[in-house]
């Protein structure tokens, strides 16, 4: 990397190393020599071993398994960067933990998706970096600027580059929450859209009710944000595997893959999964029919972009 870009400090945390190595390796910038441990009673201690006064730097943590973790470590980093006076701290932060909290939706709750804006602020941070919020509102928690970018677009090129008949494809909404999402994809494939309207009695549980347009003969392709249990998709694929739907392609941005997740996937009616590594999918969890996509270009290129005062929205060619 050329000399305007020598004020950068790029940190991986140690929630997704090979992501931050990718991302080191594209930027041609070394990751900062930091020294992360836990006592014995679980406490995080985190120290920088560089200077970074006055320098931008960019933090690389997902905030996934173990949430709370990773969470704490990407705060206290923030906290140890801040009294080190550093220039601008920009929390990379792939995937954003707990933001299936975002709305008091029975009484007694709280709004936890919130709650890690505040943290994050308050720790020092200046601007986060997310991929694929759970919900748009999120946006609004954060009081400094939150760069939300889209998976959508690598996900896409992915199905158009590769062997698949895309005049057979149709695009269907997993659920009504995905519906923007999955329209936006419809239309840069040039594929028709259908959704499936379920109810969910509770959490981690879905069952599917209609679909909305016709799947009979055609090839399917889901996309979801995050496949947690993997119930939800699951019970979609099986359901449009009755209705006539030939083969069936899922995508996801956030693989977390929880509990019965991949024997649910491993059973069900799909021939692909495509999912990009925003977090770090364990030997345990994968299996031949998932097929990973990196999110490292993206991340590389956004962090170029913020340090240069240039446009991030202009990596999709819209709005962000």
């Known amino acids: 990397m050329d000399g305007k870009f020598s004020n950068i400090v790029l940190i991986g945390g140690s929630a997704h190393p090979a992501l931050n190595q990718e991302i080191s390796d594209i930027l041609g910038l ?9 006592f014995a009673d679980g406490e995080t201690y985190v120290r920088i071993l560089e200077i970074v006064r006055g320098r931008d730097v960019f933090i690389i943590q997902p905030t996934c398994d173990p949430v709370n973790e990773n969470l704490m470590e990407l705060l206290i980093t923030i906290d140890a960067l801040r009294r080190a006076s550093a220039g601008r701290i920009n929390a990379v932060v792939p995937y954003y933990g707990y933001s299936r909290q975002d709305r008091k939706d029975r009484a007694r709750c709280p709004i936890t998706a919130k709650l890690v804006a505040n943290l994050m602020t308050e720790a020092g941070a200046d601007r986060v970096v997310c991929v694929d919020l759970h919900a748009e509102q999120i946006q609004g928690f954060f009081d400094i600027p939150l760069d939300k970018l889209k998976a959508m677009p690598i996900i896409a090129n992915y199905f158009m580059t590769h062997d698949f008949d895309m005049e057979k494809l149709i695009v269907v909404a997993p659920d009504v929450g995905s519906v923007k999402r999955s329209r936006e994809l419809a239309e840069r494939i040039g594929a028709p859209l ?97 097929e990973t996509v990196s999110i490292a270009p993206l991340l590389a290129e956004t962090i170029k972009r913020i340090h240069t005062g240039e446009s991030v929205s202009d990596v999709f060619g819209d709005t962000v």
């Open 30 to 38: 070394p990751l900062c020599q930091t020294e992360v441990k836990h």
């Open 194 to 290: 259908a959704i499936i309207d379920k109810r969910r009695p509770q959490a981690n549980v879905s069952e599917v009710m209609s679909v909305i347009g016709d799947v009979k003969g055609k090839d399917v392709l889901m996309m979801d944000d995050i496949i947690d249990t993997a119930g939800t998709i699951v019970g979609a694929s099986e359901a449009l595997k009755e209705l006539g739907a030939n083969k069936i392609y899922i995508s996801c941005t956030h693989p977390l893959f929880s509990g019965p997740a991949k024997q649910r996937l491993m059973n069900a009616p799909i021939e692909k999964l495509v999912v990009t590594n925003t977090v770090p999918i364990s030997e345990e969890k994968m299996f031949d029919k998932i």
